[in-house]
């Protein structure tokens, strides 16, 4: 039974090193091909060759990810399902440990290859520097630990994803329920929220639990590795090369001092407007002017289509891009119940192609993840022509969430495709809030991670403790009275802490890149998106200031950054009423 929602893709390229009908789920068969480059390694004599063994290196790497990558879709798609899971987590449990060794390798031979310093500069430099990095972590004896923690990370999604509530005789997903925030009925708002609340936190144990195990073996990862905590690995594993935990620390204070205060200005005016003494957690989505919740869609193809109208104005190269992937069945988007939570877009790397997983229920926060993940399939499909699988799948995440968040802005300059015109303005003028409110929870996720990791031993109040502090400096003027413990809590929520540690602090960085980008666009839309497609086509191959250059913004992300892209916001949100 094919649980995908694509059937059999073209292949970008034939295969000339991995045989056709290749079974990718069985080590026997795959180990040949190991043996047959690490024995080819030892014949290269020219430095030609060696990019040749590069490229077939490439092509098995790319079929064993792609294998990976359709069995991690078919589970997140139906995660009641047995069989998804049980492929998913065959391929884990058996295939991915036999294959990481052998991968490091491979790379120990390239990095100690006598031929190494012969390939040709810049083409090379970060595929080298990426190798040394990962022949410097690698710990034979992590292979079964990070086994256990991708099993762990997979019961947390499946945990997730199955959580529903009983609401008025019928049932629904937590996703379904968050569109009833956006109803003026208080009352209704509340009731949704505290059903919602009571539903997670009678999960917590379990979460908490799940959490402190892969605490565990990440920490004890990173001891294996050298390292005195899992901060400083994660960075190293990360190949965070271009900025440090410190950084991280002045982007917090940054958000402190120049964010803050307009995430306070709009909580006044939402307060005054709402007509409330103070504004609790079930008040934060719900239109201040107590309009109805905006419905851009009824139907998930109406969201395909008025998106594809999106596209087709704004640029012919991206607009067929995704009308292609519509042809070959490449979007899931709909939410039902055993579907994971979230979305996300996932490049299939032997085909090149890429595909896209939502949640859509009919909100206005669908048009921004339809076109949020667009952005990373249009960083896929611009970088399809590379055949070095790092540079083509696997572009430094900060600049990945460029590509996404300037979508997401460039984009909703026609939102008219989805609303009248008064609409569309109120729907900018709720993103673009989202945006500023969004940096002051990266920061949270982010601090909360620094803290975590760099307190071994600590205890749960201790944690619950270090998030509310974190809650205190940026959530804001928002009263959680009678709700301490949903507060104390609300990091469950947050999938990136358990399956992505430390991946969060991108969207902030990015973020700061797509503001850029959008405020070069309202100069000259033409140049800023001309820039964007370049630096979207250089996929991996280069340095992350010099991907920020190529799209027209600097990497930096202080004070100095944010504090005029705040004062865009304020006129943009001024001009939108």
């Known amino acids: 039974m094919n649980l995908l929602p694509f059937a059999n893709l073209p292949a970008y390229r034939p295969r000339r090193f991995v045989p056709t009908n290749l079974e990718l789920g069985d080590w026997a068969q795959l180990a040949p091909l190991f043996d047959k480059l690490e024995s080819r390694s030892r014949q290269l004599t020219t430095v030609a060759q060696l990019e040749d063994w590069l490229v077939d290196w490439s092509e098995l790497s790319a079929a064993l990810e792609e294998e990976a990558s359709r069995r991690y879709i078919a589970m997140t798609c139906h995660t009641d399902n047995p ?70 990370t997979q019961q947390y999604q499946k945990l997730s994803g199955s959580l529903t509530v009983q609401f008025r005789g019928e049932e629904k997903t937590l996703v379904q329920m968050g ?76 958000v402190a001092a120049e964010v803050m205060p307009l995430v306070r200005e709009l909580q006044a005016q939402r307060r005054r407007d709402l007509g409330l003494e103070r504004l609790r957690p079930w008040d934060a989505s719900v239109d201040p002017q107590s309009r109805g919740p905006l419905k851009p869609f009824a139907q998930v193809g109406e969201l395909v289509s008025r998106t594809q109208d999106i596209f087709d104005q704004l640029d012919g190269e991206l607009a067929a891009g995704f009308r292609q992937m519509q042809d070959l069945h490449l979007l899931d988007l709909d939410n039902r119940k055993g579907k994971a939570p979230g979305g996300y877009q996932s490049t299939l790397p032997e085909s090149r192609l890429p595909f896209i997983f939502m949640n859509a229920v009919g909100q206005q926060r669908d048009v921004e993840t339809i076109l949020h993940e667009a952005g990373h399939a249009f960083h896929a499909l611009a970088a399809r022509a590379e055949d070095l699988l790092p540079y083509r799948n696997n572009p430094p995440i900060e600049f990945c969430e460029v590509a996404s968040m300037s979508m997401e802005l460039i ?63 940026f959530a804001g003027d928002i009263d959680w009275s009678g709700h301490e413990s949903a507060r104390s809590h609300l990091w469950h929520r947050q999938l990136h802490i358990f399956l992505y540690p430390f991946y969060y602090i991108e969207y902030g960085i990015a973020q700061l890149g797509a503001l850029q980008v959008w405020a070069n666009s309202k100069r000259d839309k033409a140049k800023a998106l001309a820039d964007y497609k370049t630096a979207l086509a250089l996929g991996g191959s280069r340095p992350l200031p010099e991907l920020f250059r190529a799209a027209g913004c600097p990497f930096e992300f202080s004070a100095a950054t944010i504090s005029p892209l705040m004062e865009l916001l304020r006129r943009e949100l001024a001009r939108l009423g």
């Open 411 to 473: 984009g909703a300059e026609f939102l008219e495709k989805f609303y009248p015109p008064a609409e569309a303005n109120r729907a900018r003028r709720a993103h673009l809030e989202d945006i500023i409110k969004v940096l002051g929870w990266i920061a949270t996720v982010d601090a909360f991670q620094h803290w975590i990791y760099t307190h071994p031993g600590h205890t749960r109040p201790e944690r619950a403790a270090a998030w509310n502090s974190l809650m205190d400096r």
């Open 179 to 254: 569109k009833l925030l956006e109803e003026p009925d208080r009352a209704l708002r509340q009731e949704v929220w505290e059903l919602v609340a009571q539903r997670r936190l009678s999960e917590r144990e379990t979460f908490e639990a799940q959490f402190e195990t892969l605490l565990e073996l990440r920490e004890r990862i990173a001891k294996n590795a050298g390292f005195d905590n899992y901060r400083d690995y994660a960075f190293r594993r990360l190949g965070r090369f271009d900025y440090t935990p410190a950084d991280c620390v002045k982007f917090h204070d940054a």
């Open 83 to 152: 069989d998804a899971e049980s492929a998913y987590l065959q391929f884990v449990e058996e295939i991915e440990p036999q294959t990481k060794p052998r991968q490091f390798r491979l790379e120990t031979i390239l990095i100690g290859h006598q031929l190494r310093s012969q390939l040709p500069l810049p083409r090379y430099e970060i595929l080298l520097r990426d190798a040394q990095n990962h022949v410097a972590l690698f710990r034979e004896e992590n292979v079964q630990l990070e086994t256990e923690e991708a099993k762990l």
